[in-house]
């Protein structure tokens, strides 16, 4: 069956049941019909924290490696061996959904569901952000129109674009203000997606509805004509733009196919973002259960060292242990084997691209943490295949297990479930960040480049070295490091497959997001509004006269 075949057979529990099982009074929630609530913020109590759990992966691939699908199968499974778990995700962006990736709910016996309403609207979370980032732009516009209350803003100074939760490549570069002067000044400016908004990166680091304000406050805007820098707040945006986010800053309860409690919360990209859901949705289901399974977007080296060195280090929170999820096609990938021969055995390819997972593991201890590799079965890995892998990680004494939760759902990853449980038995209590925040942009950028990626060096174009002066005038310094560079790679060259050495970072320019509190050197060509694909999958997308819609996956 397809994944949707499988979400439409499960009797679903009604919301109130499931809030039940974390110990939530089903007159605490806010219902968004019999399958969907928001959380109050009050069940957060630090005290009372359990274990956190991070999945993450290696380099992704066009094969696919089924990170989510893995974490919603481990917290099924700790459920099953007598732990209280809940799984921790992003909301899906409508863009992959319309476009090429599909859903980001999981597949098979490893879902959240309703599948379809996570995958469209769900709660407005998104639409709420969209709101909130096109009301300062619209507010930017109006300013620089006004010949009274004017800031005096240079508009080639302004970065600030408006975002659609579509992929739409045609909006990417636009000039807004045409049509004479009663309709504005004309500028160039254009389009970003919604996850890519630094809106949606402020709502996940936020811990409350004042510290959602204030980050939106600092939002850097530009400068003025004689060079004074402009924030959010004083344009006097900030606080309409928070009571747009009142709603969207509670995190919403759903289920699993095996009734698992989830929380899906925010969905901010994991390339020029930190790649994971909000820190009130993390907090409330560590508040809540024993074990909290979270996972961080693309490899180890983007999401999940901004998990950690971003979000862990804001929030101040701790994992108690890491999964690194990969598979024999996406390994052999990363060896050679074209793509259009990934099903056909090829160990030698193994052999090769081996190089990819060991990497990653020897990220995952850079920061004291206890690593669990999860071999996710496909039909057509050979035993020869497997055995190559699970051989190899225990002659390097990682811990390795194979999971088949596709198929089985929970009951495919109880070894892994263990194993993560022991694995966090032995954990350092307190992980440690890669660099202190303390250290010059340059050295952050430079320790995470040779530390994580494997770099020998790191370049600058004359732009990047205009934005570092440019952040140390505005004493911005000392701001955490976002790097936005491909997933394909570890390198910054997306055809370097495998574990590339001695080649060099190169950053051509600095972003900076003073609300979310990070900087973003920008390496390589990294797109913020995608395209549509050649053939999209919303062509597959359709409804029928009873409502029933197919074609999601």
């Given at each position: 069956m397809t994944d949707l075949e499988i979400a439409r057979k499960v009797t679903m529990k009604p919301i109130g049941e499931i809030a039940k099982k974390l110990g939530i009074d089903p007159e605490d929630l806010e219902l968004y019909g019999k399958y969907k609530a928001k959380l109050p913020p009050k069940y957060i109590d630090r005290s009372k924290f359990g274990k956190l759990i991070l999945v993450s992966a290696i380099s992704p691939t066009p094969a696919g490696e089924g990170k989510t699908t893995v974490s919603i199968g481990l917290s099924q499974a700790l459920n099953r061996i007598g732990m209280r778990s809940a799984v921790v995700l992003r909301e899906p962006s409508l863009g992959p959904v319309f476009g090429i990736k599909g859903g980001a709910t999981g597949g098979g016996y490893s879902q959240v569901l309703p599948m379809e309403d996570i995958n469209l609207h769900f709660t407005g979370d998104f639409a709420a952000i969209e709101k909130a980032h096109n009301l300062l732009a619209a507010i930017i516009d109006n300013n620089i129109q006004s010949k009274t209350r004017s800031l005096n803003l240079d508009p080639r100074t302004i970065s600030w674009k408006r975002v659609m939760d579509m992929n739409d490549r045609s909006l990417r570069s636009i000039v807004v203000g045409l049509g004479g002067t009663a309709h504005g000044i004309p500028r160039e400016t254009g389009f970003d997606i919604t996850a890519a908004s630094e809106v949606m990166a402020i709502l996940c680091l936020s811990k409350d509805l004042q510290d959602l304000k204030q980050r939106l406050g600092n939002i850097f805007i530009g400068y003025t004509f004689d060079k004074k820098p402009i924030y959010a707040r004083d344009l006097k945006a900030h606080g309409a733009m928070a009571a747009l986010l009142k709603d969207a800053l509670k995190p919403n309860l759903v289920q699993t196919v095996e009734g698992t409690p989830a929380i899906i919360h925010g969905g901010p990209f994991a390339n020029i973002a930190q790649g994971t859901n909000s820190v009130i949705a993390t907090q409330t289901a560590m508040s809540l259960t024993d074990y909290t399974v979270t996972e961080a977007g693309f490899g180890f080296d983007l999401g999940a060292e901004k998990f950690l060195d971003i979000k862990c280090r804001s929030a101040?929170?701790?994992?108690?242990?890491?999964?690194?999820?990969?598979?024999?096609?996406?390994?052999?990938?990363?060896?050679?084997?074209?793509?259009?021969?990934?099903?056909?055995?090829?160990?030698?390819?193994?052999?090769?691209?081996?190089?990819?997972?060991?990497?990653?593991?020897?990220?995952?201890?850079?920061?004291?943490?206890?690593?669990?590799?999860?071999?996710?079965?496909?039909?057509?890995?050979?035993?020869?295949?497997?055995?190559?892998?699970?051989?190899?990680?225990?002659?390097?004494?990682?811990?390795?297990?194979?999971?088949?939760?596709?198929?089985?759902?929970?009951?495919?990853?109880?070894?892994?479930?263990?194993?993560?449980?022991?694995?966090?038995?032995?954990?350092?209590?307190?992980?440690a960040p890669l660099y202190p925040l303390t250290d010059s942009v340059e050295q952050k950028i430079e320790t995470i480049a040779k530390k994580i990626y494997g770099a020998e060096a790191v370049d600058y174009t004359s732009k990047a070295k205009s934005a570092l002066a440019k952040i140390s005038n505005l004493g911005l310094e000392g701001l955490a490091i976002c790097m936005a560079k491909t997933q394909k790679s570890l390198s910054d060259n997306p055809d370097l497959l495998g574990r590339p050495k001695d080649?060099?970072?190169?950053?051509?320019?600095?972003?900076?997001?003073?609300?979310?509190?990070?900087?973003?050197?920008?390496?390589?060509?990294?797109?913020?509004m995608p395209g549509l694909p050649e053939e999209p999958s919303s062509e597959r997308i359709d409804i029928d006269n009873d409502g029933n819609i197919s074609g999601l996956f």
């Open positions: 101040k929170l701790s994992p108690n242990g890491a999964v690194l999820v990969a598979t024999i096609r996406a390994l052999k990938y990363h060896g050679g084997q074209p793509l259009k021969e990934i099903k056909n055995p090829g160990v030698e390819f193994l052999k090769k691209g081996i190089g990819n997972l060991e990497k990653h593991v020897e990220n995952i201890r850079l920061f004291s943490l206890a690593p669990v590799v999860a071999v996710n079965r496909f039909l057509t890995d050979t035993q020869e295949e497997i055995d190559f892998v699970v051989n190899f990680c225990k002659s390097k004494d990682i811990p390795v297990t194979v999971v088949d939760v596709w198929a089985k759902g929970g009951a495919g990853a109880e070894e892994l479930a263990h194993m993560v449980v022991e694995a966090a038995k032995v954990c350092c209590p307190l992980f080649f060099v970072i190169t950053v051509r320019d600095i972003e900076i997001a003073a609300g979310a509190g990070f900087l973003v050197p920008i390496t390589g060509e990294i797109m913020r």
